[in-house]
């Protein structure tokens, strides 16, 4: 054994999953058509592995606005926030983040994974408790082990479980931080937040929800699920990204509490991060403005997210509890999820392979998710091409 020897496992698996001429975690988009589409393979292919949801990536006014930023502030800043890549337009995105929420403020982070690490290690510490949901994403479980906190997982989604554990703690439910996801990402189920919230206000306890797939989704006004389950008072800590609804890059921190103003000196990946470039936020300060002005990009998205639910469960497809604008087709093992993943690439539509160990309960399967900008009809090819690769 020798430093290296730990990448003989990754190798192997590797070869495995390229056996069909193409690895499912290293495509390449040869050229982007649209927001629904591209070229892979030099075949035109409908896009449904995205987390494109509102289908803002290609709109003519984010584009725009990213362009005149690179015209007046540059490719990029050259520094953290705290030494010399603070622009104006950074702080501006906050407020209007910190508006939109109806706090007093707000923390931008240069992606969404360190706006979870980076809110996690500012917040907690040694002798503090955390109650995370077993599913949750990977940058919470990291944010969470980098700060020395205690770490107690609940069954994913359980009431009950979050209950029992949080009981056990006795006097140190106070310092306690309950995390959980709005909508998780590859099954589409979300989260039971109303009674989650319950639970925190029985023990004392805090809230922090990761609304990174559930912003622009949920809501009356696209806030997420803590806006949609009438929970957002008693939330204390949401988190979300820029990537997905968005169509940018970054991450956030959003609070009622008026710590938030100070964890920009005591989170790491803050101070130590090159922040945002100015064309990054220029887009994504005009998406969160689509948003809220076309309501119209929600009922699309549900639409769609509907018609494509109830297609392949209409083929007799074991899929996700929740309908949603993301849907997890499970399969017996991997092999098989893999040889579908290629015929359906062969056919014309992308997807995600999701293996373990990344898959959240040891299965594997395709995960597959619709936009706004998707059409009928491309929803009804993506459906067509499950059948006609399951017809054999």
């Known amino acids: 054994m020798h430093l290296l020897s730990k990448f003989d496992e990754v190798a192997a698996t590797r070869r495995q999953l390229s056996q069909g001429g193409i690895d499912p975690t290293d495509v390449e988009m040869e050229q982007m058509i649209s927001a629904t589409e591209a070229v892979i393979r030099g075949r035109r292919t409908i896009l449904a592995g995205t987390n494109n949801y509102l289908g803002l990536t290609f709109d003519p006014e984010c584009i725009a606005a990213g362009q005149a930023a690179l015209e007046t502030e540059g490719t990029g800043t050259t520094g953290s926030r705290m030494a010399n890549g603070n622009y104006h337009s950074h702080r501006a995105l906050e407020l209007e983040l910190a508006q939109f929420y109806g706090v007093n403020d707000a923390m931008v982070f240069s992606t969404g994974y360190s706006a979870n690490i980076g809110t996690l290690t500012a917040l907690l510490a040694p002798g503090d408790c955390v109650m995370l949901d077993a599913d949750a994403h990977a940058s919470l479980y990291d944010g969470c082990r980098m700060s020395g906190a205690d770490v107690y997982r609940f069954k994913?989604?359980?009431?009950?479980?979050?209950?029992?554990?949080?009981?056990?703690?006795?006097?140190?439910?106070?310092?306690?931080?309950?995390?959980?996801?709005?909508?998780?990402?590859?099954?589409?189920?979300?989260?039971?937040?109303?009674?989650?919230?319950?639970v925190k206000r029985r023990y004392g306890a805090f809230l922090f929800v990761d609304e990174a797939h559930s912003l622009g989704i949920y809501g009356d006004h696209g806030r997420g699920l803590a806006e949609e389950a009438g929970v957002e008072a008693d939330v204390d800590f949401i988190v979300g990204t820029f990537s997905k609804s968005l169509g940018s890059t970054g991450g956030f921190c959003v609070s009622h509490h008026d710590v938030v103003k100070l964890f920009r000196y005591a989170s790491r990946p803050y101070i130590f991060t090159a922040s945002p470039c100015p064309s990054v936020i220029a887009t994504t300060r005009v998406a969160l403005r689509l948003l809220q002005q076309r309501p119209e990009l929600r009922e699309r998205l549900w639409r769609n997210a509907r018609s494509l639910y109830e297609g392949l469960a209409g083929l007799g497809l074991t899929l996700g509890p929740d309908m949603s604008p993301v849907v997890g087709v499970r399969f017996a093992d991997r092999d098989q999820a893999l040889g579908v993943w290629h015929q359906l690439l062969d056919a014309g539509v992308y997807t995600n392979l999701i293996?373990?160990?990344?898959?959240?309960?040891?299965?594997?399967?395709?995960?597959?998710?619709?936009?706004?900008?998707?059409?009928?009809?491309?929803?009804?090819?993506?459906?067509?091409?499950?059948?006609?690769?399951?017809?054999?």
């Open 355 to 392: 293996a373990p160990p990344a898959s959240p309960d040891g299965s594997s399967l395709l995960r597959v998710s619709t936009s706004a900008a998707h059409t009928a009809s491309q929803v009804d090819e993506i459906v067509t091409a499950f059948s006609v690769v399951l017809a054999g």
């Open 156 to 198: 994913h989604n359980d009431v009950e479980s979050l209950d029992n554990r949080l009981r056990r703690l006795e006097d140190r439910a106070s310092r306690t931080l309950i995390i959980t996801e709005g909508l998780y990402s590859i099954l589409g189920d979300h989260a039971p937040l109303a009674e989650f919230a319950e």
